[in-house]
T-cell receptor
Framework: QQQVKQSPQSLIVQKGGISIINCAYENTAFDYFPWYQQFPGKGPALLIA?????SEKKEGRFTISFNKSAKQFSLHIMDSQPGDSATYFCAARGHFGKGTSLLVTP | GAVVSQHPSRVICKSGTSVKIECRSLDFQATTMFWYRQFPKQSLMLMATSNEGSKATYEQGVEKDKFLINHASLTLSTLTVTSAHPEDSSFYIC??????????????FGPGTRLTVT
């Protein structure tokens, strides 16, 4: 059973646009929801994370929205830049979603 | 933030030999470490979780006799791929947290080790 389901698999956004990646989880016991950014040949790096006691967290251009009743959380990248082009993973309890390959075009 | 290192970054070995990969937490004590493998353009697959001083907990489908994990100290965990075969070629990544037994804390990831078995 897949613990964490992520969509879309790939995403193309123009520079300056908003990138939105979604994640759904199964286990209501999960209590920490991070998003990771990974560049080719590198390990994942924590981008932003949220705990279920809040519905939204913003850090710079990155925002997590959390919907506890729907068991979903999403990553919003505002003013997307070409340097944001990478693979993004959501995770819970050490298990990762399948990843979203984001390409931001100039 | 906390730093996790891995050594070696790349290794090439012959089929049938064993390879050891080290994972170290450089500036914190890692009570729990995780080992992942990642195939090209795919997600990270959790292989096992290890707590310092105890046996690792392996995920379903991961051969514990083939992937030996030792978490001997609060700063070091090792993954040994025994009798490696070409299908073991992959990117292996470790991560660590500083609070034992809980996924509720930040995982810090190593840079990964590229294993190629010829």
């Amino acid at each position: 059973q897949q613990q964490v389901k992520q969509s879309p698999q790939s995403l193309i956004v123009q520079k300056g646009g908003i990138s939105i990646i979604n994640c759904a989880y199964e286990n209501t016991a999960f209590d920490y929801f991070p998003w990771y950014q990974q560049f080719p040949g590198k390990g994942p790096a924590l981008l932003i994370a949220i705990r279920p006691d809040v519905s939204e967290k913003k850090e710079g251009r990155f925002t997590i929205s959390f919907n506890k009743s729907a068991k979903q959380f999403s990553l919003h990248i505002m003013d997307s830049q070409p340097g944001d082009s990478a693979t993004y993973f959501c995770a819970a309890r050490g298990h990762f979603g399948k990843g979203t390959s984001l390409l931001v075009t100039p | 933030g906390a730093v996790v290192s891995q050594h070696p970054s790349r290794v090439i070995c012959k089929s049938g030999t064993s390879v050891k990969i080290e994972c170290r937490s450089l500036d914190f004590q890692a009570t729990t470490m995780f080992w992942y493998r990642q195939f090209p353009k795919q997600s990270l697959m959790l292989m096992a979780t290890s707590n310092e001083g105890s046996k690792a907990t392996y995920e379903q489908g991961v051969e514990k006799d083939k992937f030996l994990i030792n978490h001997a100290s609060l700063t070091l965990s090792t993954l040994t791929v025994t009798s490696a075969h070409p299908e073991d070629s992959s990117f292996y990544i470790c991560s660590a947290i500083s609070h034992g037994g809980s996924y509720s804390y930040e995982q810090y990831f190593g840079p990964g080790t590229r294993l190629t078995v010829t």
